[in-house]
């Protein structure tokens, strides 16, 4: 993979992909297993940010994956 690219694209993917909607998940989460209380009210936004954030983080994996065959196919040439 280009080194130039790489620094950008992995914390697009892994940030955005699966950290961000982890942390929005945890943050609904964890007064019901924590405290046994109520779960937190249900915000339109974190869902709209979680069903957005999924796919785009998927996107930006499967272009950092299909990019470097890519370039593996260049190079080994």
Avoid: C
Wanted: hydrophobic share 45%; aromatic share 10%.
């Amino acid at each position: 993979m280009d080194q130039e690219k790489a620094p950008g694209e992995y914390p697009l993917a892994v940030g955005v992909g699966i950290l961000l909607p982890l942390s929005l998940e945890v943050y609904e989460l964890i007064p019901r297993y924590i405290g046994h209380g109520e779960m937190r009210q249900h915000n339109p936004w974190i869902s709209g940010v979680l069903t957005t954030s999924v796919p785009v983080g998927g996107f930006a994996m499967r272009y950092v994956v299909i990019y470097a065959g890519q370039i593996a196919q260049v190079v080994g040439s």
